[in-house]
Every structure is written in structure tokens, then in C-alpha cells.
């Protein structure tokens, strides 16, 4: 073999080996572990409510909300810093999987629960538990291009009467 052959030989193998670089790297990529992973991506972040879009926002008791998301073991990391509009910060936090289940809600003085399920890359919904009760369910989507997050909540107000209120958070 010619020195011009070994030299050959010696390029097609490190281009073999690049291709199987390649190869493995795309198949993590497309793993489905990877992409939930990635479609969860969407939701990690800062993020602080609109109140010239929201409805919620009318009648709310605080002057800013900012939420947090953030993983957590396989599941989340849910925090709310609320601002009163006399003073004073509330800060309320959750941590959960998208399993259905009941989580508790700390920071609070009543017993609440939070049980997320996920329904796509950029749906998910939150059934509201108070003591032990139903109390509301979300509706939560995050926009395609991951900017905003919409939270429609369905519940019952005062009079027994059912409500609908909309929150649209901006992320930071």
C-alpha cells in the first residue's frame, strides 16, 4: 500500500467516524426524553402579568405578580411573588409532576392543592383543590413562539355563579 492510500484510508475513516458522531448526537436529539425535555423548555422562566391583557388583573388585590418555573427532580417548580398594592410581598410555592396528583400549595392559610397534567408541548391544565374540594380549573398555553403564557381560569365566585377570569403572563 502506498503512503497516498494509507493517508486515503486514514480520511475515510475519521469522516466514518465524524458520521457516527453525528448519528448518535441526532438520536439523542430526537429522543423522546430529549424532546419532552424541550417542549418543558417553554415553560422554564420568569414570568410577570400583564394587566392590560388580563381580566383577572381588574379587581386584583396586587400590583405586580411575578411566577417562576423551573424543574424540579421530574417535574416542576412553581413560584409566585405577588406584590399588594398597600405593601407587602406574598410568596406562594409549588412543587409537582405532570401526574395528576395532588400537590400541596405552600405559603398560604388554607389547605391547597395543585394536580397539573399536561396535554401537549404547549398545553397544560391545573385542577385547584381547597381543602380537599374542587375549587377551579386552568387552562394554561403557552404561545408558539414562547413569549407569552395565557391561563384562563374557570371557577365559582361568591354567588355561586360560574367565573372566568384570564391572566396573560410576559416572559422576562
Known amino acids: ?56 388583573a381588574s379587581n386584583s388585590q396586587y400590583k405586580r405578580v411575578t411566577s417562576t418555573i423551573e ?24 412543587n409537582g409532576r405532570f401526574d395528576s396528583k395532588d400537590y400541596p400549595v405552600q405559603g398560604i392559610d388554607y389547605v391547597m392543592t395543585n ?16 381543602d380537599g374540594q374542587i375549587s377551579a380549573t386552568v387552562a394554561v398555553a403557552i404561545s408558539p413562539d414562547g413569549r407569552t403564557l395565557t391561563a384562563v381560569t374557570t371557577g365559582r365566585n361568591a354567588q355561586g355563579q360560574e367565573a372566568r377570569t384570564t391572566a396573560v403572563y410576559d416572559k422576562l
Do not use: C
Open 1 to 56: 500500500m502506498t503512503l497516498t492510500g494509507l493517508a486515503g484510508d486514514a480520511m475515510l475513516s475519521d469522516v466514518r467516524s465524524q458520521i457516527l458522531v453525528a448519528a448518535a448526537a441526532i438520536a439523542v436529539l430526537l429522543s423522546p426524553a430529549f424532546l419532552a425535555r424541550q417542549a418543558q423548555d417553554a415553560w422554564f422562566g420568569a414570568w410577570r402579568l400583564n394587566p392590560s391583557k388580563s381580566t383577572a
Open 115 to 130: 394536580a397539573y397534567s399536561r396535554i401537549d408541548d404547549h398545553n397544560y391544565k391545573i385542577v385547584i383543590k381547597r
Open 71 to 94: 424543574p424540579w427532580e421530574d417535574g416542576l417548580k412553581v413560584m409566585y411573588d405577588m406584590v399588594g398594592t398597600r405593601g407587602g410581598v406574598t410568596h406562594v410555592e409549588w
